[in-house]
């Protein structure tokens, strides 16, 4: 590691005490370094709070003339936000130079941020451990990128792919413990996604159950072509049902306008869902989400869990996703693996074919 | 570990010299101890060579009187084998005191050889390390207990089950690494099975390919109903033809008697294989003589290669195999997992519930 990564890997570090407070913002962090010492490190602790590069310049007990600010995302340069534009301070603090290690891809910024730095006569230096900013950001990269919510999508299957016995017995596959990480899984997202079947036979809460978590709960999202849910389920009636949207094409008469949103196509709900800041999807099922979102190639994630038993029958994960030859299949790629007692869970991003 | 532990587990180390040349004996090591050192250590290295204990005998250079012996398995007693029983010669060497892992199952020993022992004063401990041993001699045991092969059963499958498009296109799923190593799986058993419909669509030859191996090749079988099998596969042409046996309920009029066995049903075909000497197969697909086995309870052992990929469509792994509640599912138990490349290989017992 050269010494700007040792630096940039301490803003990233300080970066994700961000987590689960800052969204739909990206997790950053920043660290000033003065005569080759940290003088002052700051981070972006909470949506609509001070930028990390900011957090650090206050914190900061001496004169930042000369010293060099490490920031794991490009200064903001936009005033059409919450905050003032971080890159204006920077140079009003003569810093001698900035390393930066990601971009920032919002296009009111874009590049906006380090040329302002650059037209001041400021050192600039971007693309220091970008892929570690890439991985930590992921879903805010995506969303960014793509102008659509990011999209994980889980499933839980046995070693022959089923997620049930035929008569829909599904309690449970997989161990306690991996159920127990889906609810750290749910705790990163802005919403938690269903089909309406599901919802119908499993009837479930979909919230967050951790004892560390005082935090919003998630949106609990609903997916219907026709409409048909019962107002009788547990996500209409329990104490988090302000926080039920259900996805609909049909309006729904027991639903109020804020419990439902009204689509007519996918890129049609995909822009719904971040007017309402809605920008990552945590996807757990069943089967005709999955198969249509995969079909679709709208899945930025796939989280696997596999307990090694079989069952020979019932219902598949997917069905057809629509691929035509063995090349061309989507495939996981930087795949981590982690044990849940006796179950294996696969995550990667999905790489699928351009064909 | 006791100090018995410490010497059982050098005499396991020593027995692991003879993989791939026992068979179908199981591996078995010594060591003898004198005034708390070792003195000679012996293995059984080939089928109807020495045995561990006499060969370790033969190797010590000091007398043996007073001497304590570690054998992995129970000093045999019988006579109608090959070579003369080892308790016999223990108890002329005057040793002390003798200490086993596993007894023998094979019901010519079963602890006559600890009676021989013990009739002649040596003080005798059974059933240290006895698990290792059940590992190491897995097959073995199997064998010996349920006086059928052991069956080990093999699967490749994508994330979701499947083993192929819908087309038949299979080559490949898995990484090269884990095929590669689908061959030295293949050359720890005394056969390797396919179906017929494998058999025909694939063509293969089921042959150990390492660049180390220059054992026999294991016997390749073909399960047949029909004995519609087309005199052109290469496993009835090439080199290895000899090695090559029809399992089939119809005579088929191509093949010698000696390149087939008939069966009625499969109780009829264990036992055929076992008078063979057939003591272990290696079951490579496809899904419905995977399925068959799973369904009657015969498979010990599964191995499944995942390729973390999605298919969506095409034939699965497995069918129907009898699975009536989740709660009686075929469970891996002693899960052992490997990476190669991108692929996870998950190694287990069955464990099947007894309803």
Redesign the interface.
């Known amino acids: 590691m050269t010494l700007d990564e040792v630096f940039m890997k301490r803003a990233f570090d300080l970066s994700l005490a961000g987590a689960g407070s800052v969204s739909p913002n990206p997790l950053v962090g920043a660290v000033i370094v003065k005569d080759g010492k940290i003088i002052s490190e700051g981070y972006h602790a909470v949506y609509g709070g001070d930028h990390a590069e900011l957090d650090a310049i206050k914190k900061a007990t001496v004169s930042l003339e000369g010293a060099t600010l490490y920031c794991t995302l490009e200064p903001c340069c936009h005033t059409n936000k919450q905050t003032p534009p971080c890159a204006q301070r920077i140079v009003k603090e003569k810093f001698r130079r900035v390393v930066i290690a990601n971009l920032d891809p919002n296009p009111h910024v874009n590049g906006g941020g380090v040329e302002i730095l650059k037209n001041a006569g400021i050192e600039v230096e971007s693309g220091i451990l970008a892929s570690l900013g890439e991985e930590i950001n992921e879903a805010f990269f995506i969303t960014q990128n793509k102008k659509r919510p990011y999209i994980h999508l889980k ?1 839980a ?6 997620i ?2 035929p008569t829909g ?5 997989t161990s306690p413990t991996s159920r127990q990480y889906v609810h750290e899984l749910r705790r990163t997202h802005s919403a938690v996604l269903v089909g309406a079947e599901t919802a119908r036979l499993d009837d479930p809460t979909l919230t967050v159950r951790l004892p560390d978590f005082n935090g919003k709960q998630p949106w609990r999202l609903v997916l219907t072509e026709s409409g048909n849910l019962p107002p009788t389920l547990k996500l209409f009636n329990d104490e988090y049902k302000d926080r039920t949207v259900v996805l609909t094409k049909t309006k729904i008469s027991f639903l109020s306008d804020d419990q439902q949103i009204i689509f007519t196509n996918l890129a049609d709900l995909m822009s719904k869902l971040l007017a309402k800041k809605i920008t990552s999807l945590f996807v757990e099922g069943g089967p005709m989400v999955a ?1 249509l979102l ?1 079909k679709e190639k709208l899945v930025d994630r ?1 989280s ?1 869990f ?8 019932g219902p ?8 035509k ?2 090349a061309t ?4 790629t930087e ?1 981590k ?1 982690k ?1 849940f007692e ?1 179950d ?1 869970y ?1 995550t ?1 991003k999905i790489l699928c074919s351009q064909d």
């Open positions: 499933l299957a046995t070693l022959d792919g089923k049930s016995m017995e599904s309690q449970w596959i198969t995969l796939l696997y596999i307990n090694p038993s079989l069952l020979g029958v598949s994960a997917i069905s057809d996703i629509g691929v030859t063995l299949r989507p495939r996981l795949v693996t044990q006796s294996i696969f990667g």
